[in-house]
């Protein structure tokens, strides 16, 4: 095995050479979004004095008696290169792009892309798999008719074509950027085991994770002095606050910062764009970053002041509050820099566990709390800094506010939604950290003596009990009555059945009164969900409903409906974003959207889609045009009477209903890569429709 630093284009260069995808290997498969990261690689690469840019490492092994190499390792950027340089080319020849050098594209041509002198009847250098070969050759030779609009080999020419064509450099200047791409070119001897060397490539402990790659990206251009200060006194500390996993923290740190949030996957790319965006040097950076991963690591470990605060956090932690982080980092930052009182704190964290909770209890989906926790402090910050000097509301009456108008997936459970939630909830079913939130709190409620109930459950030394067994006994069936199939349903996992013992496995399915009386059980209880049942003496549907109401109370009391006399200045628009799952959008009235942060005022949902698909044609137009060529999500190349056209031979189905069009953004979003949170539309009031009348 040998391997050296080399340009990409040398290793493309040479006569009697293929570069063949082994048919083990899987389609090629680069998206959009990878061909769009490395189009703004080689811009950036143009536009600075940088020598070369590091694109990976190619691994391949000879054919023997041939200069031909199997391509264990790189085919997609190797294909992906080799799309440009055919986009380069058929542009040129199409006087689509200007060259200095006349004899450019010949070179190109014939040293790059094909062997003229192969005794093959297929002259290309690059030999994909079958599919994706008829594709590529296509291109290659411009036989338009058979282009493969389908294959992610088309589309990804078509996204470089439409680059190059409206970038406004010269073929000579995109070239000599492409000669700076620089990848170690590893080339395995003939006693190398190609499957072995694949096998271990492909294996997962290889991967650089996110953190290293946002680590490398943030270190590796400074001057090595500059790297180990930088790194002692910033990045090493982030890790420790972060127990080791900083890529989670960065997401919720991108979170707190952009008000959106970034799969985690791709987290790398997006805190590169942030940074380059925000043009902030690396040790501002990564001071910032150092100074929120303190507070991380408070909330993470519940240590964010005195004991009443780390209590009310650490409640809340049993939950899986990391989808909180963002808020938290932000208020606790916010806190500490205005003096904000601990009672306003405590206040604040209370808040946020009754709106948990009470959401737990209906049942709603806690994946909706992330984009709320995304932009809760922002939310709260933007009436607090509008108001005048005289009014300025307290932080806390701002929070209640902006909860309590939250609608659909985000909403606040209103009392009587609680109520008759309480009745019916099968907490027993519920996963486990919002099981065990709940019994913790409904079992120690305030009291200063408590129970570890958290703890105790985690490791077992507890156990829930259903009051009423899972399996019913003769006697049990004979003390419920007649009824006893409808109570049993109706109550089993509900929690009016449920306790805590420390003796289950000897409670079985014994009757109430046994299970009351004997050694250890309720009557000895030390448990103070248990207090109400000792004086029991049978346990029926009756007892069941006392129990019932007991327990609301207790919920009710623990987590009460807050209330704010806090109104804005400014009357506001009623909003809602495309990932808003459960909004229900047909019968509003769109006056306008915001796509990318940037508001647009519209009368018609019509018009807005037609409108948005046209942006989004400008920033993705090879994947709008894949969408047309396969008829998905809506779109296609025939004109109909209920399509409106975007582009020459590009329509999309506008005559349809409001839910429709929101199918065909969702579908079009996603297969753009591009987030559902990223459109926002904003509708008119009945107020405002009146006063137009």
Known sequence: MKGDAQPLIK????????????????????????????????MKLHNSNRRS??????VSSIQSGTEDRFIIDGQQRITTVSLLLIAMVNAKKEGLIEATDAKLVEKIFKRYLVDEYQEDERKVKLKPIKKDMQAFDALLYKQKDQYIKESNVTRNYDFFYNKITSIGLTLDELFETIKKLEVINIRLDEDDDPQLIFESLNSTGLDLSEADKIRNYLLMSLAPAEQDDLYTRFWNPIEEFTKYDPSSFVRDYLTMKQGKIGRIDKIYFIFKEYAETADIDRATLLEDMHHYAKIYSQVDNAEVGTAKLNRKLNQLRTLDSTIAYPFFMAFFDYATKVGLAETEIYQVLDVIEAYWARRIICNLPSNALNKVFATLHRDVLNHVNRSSDETTPSYIDVLKYVLLKKGHSSVFPSDEEVKGDF????????????????????ENQDNNERHDVVKELTEKNITIEHIMPQTLSDKWKTALG?????????????????????YNSQYSNLTFIEKRDMEKGFKDSAFRLNNSVKSCEQWTETELKARQKELQNVFMRLWPMPTTSFEPLNREAESASLDDEDYEFTGKKLQAYILHGVRYTVN???????????????????????????????????????????????????????ASKINILHGMFEECNIPASELVFEFRSEQEEEEEK
């Open 482 to 502: 007649d009824d006893w199939e409808r109570i049993h349903e109706q109550y089993l996992h509900t929690m009016a059945n449920l306790t805590l013992t420390g």
């Open 423 to 442: 009745k019916t909830r099968q907490v027993y079913k519920m996963p486990v950290n919002a099981r065990m939130f709940i019994l913790e709190r409904m």
């Open 53 to 58: 840019h590091f694109f990976g490492s190619i």
């Open 604 to 658: 018609t949902w019509k018009e807005m889609l037609i409108q948005v698909c046209g942006h989004i044609l400008i920033e993705k137009r090879s994947t709008i045009e894949w969408l047309c060529a396969n008829e998905k999500c809506g779109f296609s190349t025939t004109q109909d009477g209920w399509k409106r056209e975007l582009a020459p031979g590009k329509y999309v189905w506008t005559d349809n209903s409001t």
């Open 11 to 42: 290793f493309f260069d040479g006569s009697d050479k293929r570069f063949i995808i082994p048919l083990y290997q899987r389609n090629y498969d680069w998206k959009e979004e990878n061909c769009e990261q490395l189009f703004q690689d080689l």
